[in-house]
């Protein structure tokens, strides 16, 4: 059957001409991330279990779930969590199928304190975190539909539902993104003073950028509030080199602007996470499946971690628009921005949206007729492979938030 | 100090000329609406308490929490709810000042409760519903910024963050507010059968207007199969007639698509929310500030229930941007569609943004410098008078999603 | 089969001339009575509904649970509670049974919060207190010998145990339930501000009697330290007029004696029970079966409340030994006192204990052997009937704490 | 002041020539005995932070708490626990004192985790279990009592209350602590299939003594059906062997007599405790002080593990009036029995007990009265050195259950 496939040029002042721009990540350690990548560590992990004791991956959503902040008392060499964090584990997940019973609960509980192990390295997770499960059963007639997606045949729709994806990133976007993964991978492993839970915002207006970056530092590497200004400056000077190199715009960091160095008021924990000492998080209030908050651009309210990755539409047209919109920008010429959106419809087969629309607005000098059909074959395919993205959610391999 | 207000021309196709158009509504008894009227519900009581027992609302934000489902047997007739719902508050609240002890816990407890029990009035509150409080104290540094919005200066913004909002409603966001007001004016009244946890979506492709409905009946009211679709049927053309009247464009209503008659399995609930039974709720998951999901629009991600409604970015200047929207709209002529963005900066007066910035769309014969000053001297009364909409919010007269 | 009955005689001095005795009994509103009695209503409430719907009680054990406290503020004319009563359900219950479901957590839901609200009738039912049910299903071994229980035949023991029960009571234990009763019926009912919370420990030194009285004062009904001071004076006199009329002995009543009048430190309350302030409350921990704690005497340490009535020894045997003893006492002349032993083995039917012994001290003038038959058979034709201790549970007939 | 001691020769008939004697032990994995260990692990944790950081215990009291069974397929080889066993902490701890913070619900998260992790080695501490702390605050009246026990004065008694004891063991009592020791010590290390939750009892009917043990054994470690009955039957003739060491009666020995070998319903589990599958345990349900459950003797009704070791009476006058007998019977000739009462009088230091009595059954040919003054010094003696018992059991030297 011919899929639905809708071209469309766009007539719109392009993101980087805009006057305000703003942009957002939350990093791994912010409380909604933590809640995030818990509800996805169970996902996969669920995932891994059914298919391995069912051959099939079977009905979960486990997009739910809540990190309630404990209490700390931070102190320069070390201070101390009074009282754990606690997360609330809910959501639903098949606990016996076919007569073999999968310990939804106990595989719940052990992918969620792995992941925030592995996250929040300085957490005792003997005494500082209590994880609880509270997982349901789904309701029968969605898992009805869903036990039939062990055939061969191609899942159906759980809901009438939609993605959403774009490419490229803007200038204020890369930066965010940039500056995350140098915090992440270039500067937490030699500064571990550097928390997880770090928030950073650019706002970029006209050809000013500003970001903006709220940092959790761990105590126990920062003897003095001395040695914390002294970092605070070399973290900013670093970050603002980073940013640098991205634009030709002019950049200023700040990190943790709400300090109050004289009355030692600074963004010092115990462990790296705002969690310890009073913010809370949820699944699906932070970052969006491509890992920023983005107000000028359409966003999906769908959260997309802990969904299930075979036929909740919230969880896979997010990731598949995200994946088809770059991959048009890389494969065809003259693209300024294009805008995936893609709808399904309760109880059709995935692969065949009611409708998957790309909205393009080309470079000066492109017209929207000569690069149409190019577009509906890169939509095309990614739909005719789209368990594709399912195989790659369960294998790691695609990041949700 | 003069405020920083920027109003631009915008230069896109109108939304009701767009080929696509998303919008939904998640009403009362939905779980995750549920969850936000708990949250916003609790603010308002903390609030009546601060102001009470302090003169001043004290910090809180309680824009957390999740709704736990529990388990159900509906049954035309009448059914059971075999396992409660449970509801986990968690934020945080000041619950002592200056000498004063606020039962911030107790107040929240109630403040849910009653809230519940008013929305879902056939849910037994002795048997199918725990609350349970885990809120949390703030941050110190938040709390100590927090306090001197005690004096009569204008409170700082506690986050640099941003609301969005916009006016008019198109078509389709008329519709799917007006067809939810029916049902819970007009039609749940006379007919209790209708649960209070309704999704309405639609989906606009060119002329041909969908509106799916997903409906919770309450089983007590509903004495069989037979019953269940008939009702379903007139459901279907009341709803259809409302939102002809409404558009004259062609408009299909379908309530309940994923029944299978056949089977009995049809949307049937005790209690009329399926938060009985499988799915769960949490804060800022649902509609946003005006009511409404629309993927077409701008959103912000941030959850505007249950937050302070004193210095709160994420939720004062969401509703702040809705009412500016309307209100241009209202007063200046020619005005096709306008957005206002409302960036704050942590630690400044809220009266005084980074930006307050407006994108106007103009109707055909108006040029934007036209409405330019119009619309600055609206945006700015708004800001002069932006603690009004803290007061109103107290009083519970601005909705919150 | 005849019954293995064992009657010896007991050469002992009697409870009345020993030096030293001490009987307690925590009231209906101290926070182990409260665990009790939240228990015990679950099991009858269960056993109500599983006889309606199945002809017959299925396998439950509630006898387990957490009362924790909460925090409050009292003061003289009315305090709040700040931190609302937290009371954990857990122990086990038959879900479903041949194809019949039983909502068993919502069923313990209502019975403990209707008991609360009885015994606790200025608690906050809606502010004050938070209800939540862990309770699991029992293991199938246990179940599979229950539910032969159907059948019109005697229930088999569900474990190998023991009941134990004397009478007839001691001046002391007189004492203490006298007071208990009069409290309860004849001084709560005039005078509010007695809370439920009362604890009655009785000394018997020789032949002094010293009673020292734990009670909590409802803040509300208070209004002020004076009256607080003369309240308690006047109690103290009823109390000790009560005691004087039970025995020749010297009384002595001393209430609240940890009360520092001058600092105002005193053993008030919201809600009458300490349970909203720091003392928390476990099923098991309290009264005895007869309604008394009593170290000078045979004990057994299972906890009778919340277990099933129809074949848990820890439960059947205590009730029935206690009838028994009584039941000799009031038809058999001469005995001084009488303890009665009940030991069951798992898997035989309840009225074949593995033994039943009585050890009676009689009075002087009568021989144990004149004794011995009539014993015999009342203890036979309790055994016989052994069924009706199960019937009069569910009913509430029989105190179990 | 001169020490109120009472000794009174005692006239009945020694336990050995009673006929029916019943002793039970619950050894440390049976759910009320984890929750007993809990509970004094963690007080044990408090008291030594509180005297670290404050260099006096503060006043705590964790006598308290809840072991919410989990659910589990055992299966021989290795079976899965399918839900967690919940683990509440509830009691009241001083969190704060004299601008010391100490973090007592980390402490006791990290002490009831490391006490579990030690006592069932086969648990998956990541994966089968939460632990989750609702501890409270004391009441403010106790604590003023408590704070005063910071001077070198002996503490004053937290309530009127008493403590039993008594010596020597009788040879059942003997044979349950010397079978329990033997599998503890022996046994287990060499065969870990026997799982730490085992229940002795020991029934004596004149000279037959039938011990039952209940006894999880532990599913990895016993590859087949025929494995567990060979093991059983192997256990069966070391325990036998051990108790005939012990006594020159008869001597019968069944483990887990309900077992149905032909339907496979054995008593198989995956950790070794059946709080994996439906058994609750709670503080203070199961051993007494001695470690043992002893129907025949007088017993307390007070939980001994979990409250404070300073002034507890509780506590203190349970383990005191153990060591007083056993110390009467190792350095007096002629005892055949002794039984020790400690009663205290709230607010009056604990060295001077309202009274402390012994009751004497002496041996054929010893008069009470040529024993008297000895047992005298003994009981003053250990007065004396009363906070003696406090430093013993904060080190860990003295078993509470």
């Known amino acids: 059957m011919k899929r639905n496939i809708s071209i469309e040029g766009l007539d719109q002042i392009p993101i980087e001409r805009q ?7 939350k990093c791994l350690g912010h409380p909604d991330s933590i809640a995030d990548g818990v509800a996805e560590s169970i996902s996969r992990a669920l995932s891994a279990a059914y298919l391995e004791e069912c051959g099939v991956v079977l009905h979960h959503n486990t997009d739910q779930g809540e990190v309630v902040a404990g209490e700390s008392i ?17 959501g639903r997940a098949t606990k016996s199928f076919n007569g073999t019973n999968i310990p939804a609960d106990a595989i719940a509980m052990e992918a969620a304190r792995n992941y925030i192990k592995e996250i929040l390295p300085t957490l005792n997770m003997d005494r500082d975190i209590t994880v609880d499960s509270r997982m349901g059963m789904g309701s029968t007639d969605l ?3 869903f036990q039939s997606c062990g055939t061969a045949t191609i899942p159906r729709a759980n809901d009438t539902s939609f993605g959403v994806g774009y490419a490229p990133f803007s200038e204020a976007e890369s930066i965010v993104a940039g500056v995350a993964a140098y915090l992440d991978d270039q500067m937490r492993p030699k500064y571990p003073v550097i928390g997880q839970d770090c928030k950073i915002m650019c706002l970029r207006d006209g050809d000013d ?7 959790a530092f761990v105590d126990r590497y920062c003897a003095s509030l001395d ?29 943790n602007t709400a300090d109050d160095i004289a009355s030692e008021s600074v963004f010092l924990t115990v462990s790296g996470t705002s969690a310890e000492m009073g913010d809370d998080g949820s699944v699906g209030r932070g970052n969006r499946a491509n890992g920023l908050i983005t107000p000028n651009r359409p966003m999906s309210m769908e959260a ?18 995200n994946q088809i919109a770059a991959d048009c920008v890389a494969k065809v010429d003259g693209i300024e921005e294009i805008y995936i959106r893609m709808l399904s419809q309760i109880g059709y087969p995935i692969d065949q949206p009611h409708v998957a629309s790309a909205q393009v607005l080309t470079r000066p000098g492109t017209k929207v007729a000569t690069v149409t059909s190019e577009i509906e074959s890169i939509i095309d395919e990614w739909l005719e492979d789209v368990t594709s993205i399912t195989e790659r959610v369960i294998r790691g391999e695609l990041k949700t938030f």
Do not use: C, W
């Open 74 to 90: 931070p102190q320069f060499g070390g201070g101390v969590i009074t009282k754990p964090i606690y997360v609330l584990l809910s």
């Open 19 to 25: 006057r305000i721009e703003l942009v957002e990540r």
């Open 209 to 215: 950028i500003t970001l903006t970056v709220a940092m």
């Open 143 to 145: 898992r009805d539909v």
């Open 227 to 255: 040695e914390y200004v002294e970092m605070k400056q070399f973290i900013q000077e670093q970050l603002a080199a980073v940013a640098k190199g991205l634009t030709t715009r002019k950049v200023t960091v700040a990190v």
């Open 304 to 321: 997309t971690s802990g969904k299930n990755p075979i036929n909740h539409i919230g969880k896979i047209y997010n990731l598949l628009a």
